[in-house]
């Protein structure tokens, strides 16, 4: 991601006539403040409970002994797919 930070995010339904799939491209970027990194875990433990509990360390989640990085797009484009009546929209993002 140092030499080529280009990411693209996806989701959606698994179903053909309903719902939205969703896909973001952009830059990936490492997310290392402390009161950013611990919104996320939290926001996980209320919704899914203790199973997706993480600690936040020097930059990086924590679970386990294992430490991993934490990354967001930053949006360059979006597409977005309907379903059901199917349709087909594209965002495009620029910096000023």
Known sequence: MRTNPGAALTTGSSTWAQGLDVIVEGAAVRVTDRHT???????YEDKYGSEWHFDV?????VSGGNAAAVFRIEPAKVLAFAKQPHAQTRYRFTTR
Do not use: T
């Open 57 to 61: 360390g020097d930059g990086v989640f």
């Open 37 to 43: 990194l611990q919104r996320l875990p939290d926001a």
